[in-house]
């Protein structure tokens, strides 16, 4: 889908709205909304919350019937129309998430699977036991195709966040760091929270994205997470984690 014009061009100018780089609001298509009435309800949810701006990022995995990249542009312009018709100020971008295996480049080579918005960067996605090393060599491997990989929800990952180091090694190869908003504000255990308190304190983290599945649970919300790290960390942080990186990678800029 076309890259939206009307992003920032700086951290500083007049930035209007958040934007959600990771998503399953796309109907039908994954464990996200399983139809469009569902899809309008999350969209409906993430504008009350200010979103703006949405990376549609339905589950890419091996060995599952994977929706192709067609397929989900044309999902995705369905339920932007839809969106518009109901008077929505809300602008879909396609994407995927990820889940790494050996033939992921391929996938993305053979464009069967959807970069973040058309760009350079892609959501990639671990299992949450793997070990370092297999992290570390996914990264790589994506790096080495000439893609910008974004480790999504990079909390779930216990041998990644068991040690702020490793979460620095990921950094300095190359990789970004996506968490998601709900794990800040500790709807997923104390410990999570504290385990981001460190990454956010040590500016660790590149992206807050809801990850949202539903318009129950895990929905398409930012807002208290949004005021949290304002109050937390700071406005320029949050401008930077919830607006301005995601504006880079629609834009498809180095952050």
């Known amino acids: 889908m076309n890259v939206h014009n009307n992003l920032c061009e700086g951290i500083h100018g007049n930035m209007e709205g958040y934007i959600d780089i990771h998503s399953h609001i796309l109907p039908g298509i994954d464990d996200g909304a399983k139809n469009f009435d569902m899809s309008m309800e999350m969209l409906e ?3 009350q919350n200010g979103i ?3 990376i549609l990022t339905p589950h890419h995995k ?77 990264i790589y491997q994506v790096l080495s195709a000439g893609y910008r990989p974004i480790l999504a929800h990079a909390e ?3 041998n990644v966040c068991k040690d702020v180091g490793r979460v620095e090694d990921l950094i300095a190869m ?4 996506q968490v998601n908003g709900g794990s800040i504000i500790g709807q997923y255990g104390l410990g999570t929270k504290q385990i981001l308190r460190k990454m956010l304190k040590k500016r660790l983290i590149h992206f807050v994205a809801t990850d949202a599945h539903g318009s129950g649970k895990r929905k398409p919300e ?15 942080y949050m401008e930077r984690l919830l607006r301005f990186n995601p504006s880079q990678v629609i834009a498809n800029r180095y952050i």
């Open 45 to 47: 949810i993430a504008q």
């Open 156 to 158: 779930r990952y216990e």
């Open 62 to 138: 091996p060995m599952r019937r994977n929706a192709g990249a067609e397929a989900i542009r044309a999902l995705a312009g369905q339920l932007q129309e839809k969106a518009d018709q109901a008077g929505m100020e809300i602008k879909l971008h396609t994407g995927n998430e990820i889940y790494y295996s050996s033939e992921t480049v391929g996938i993305l080579e053979e464009k069967q699977a959807c970069t973040m918005a058309d760009s350079d960067y892609v959501l990639v996605e671990f299992g949450p036991m793997d070990g370092i090393e297999h992290i570390r060599g996914g």
């Open 222 to 236: 930012m807002a208290e997470c949004a005021h949290y790290l304002e109050k937390k960390y700071g406005k320029e």
């Open 174 to 177: 190359g990789c970004y760091i």
């Open 52 to 54: 703006k701006d949405i």
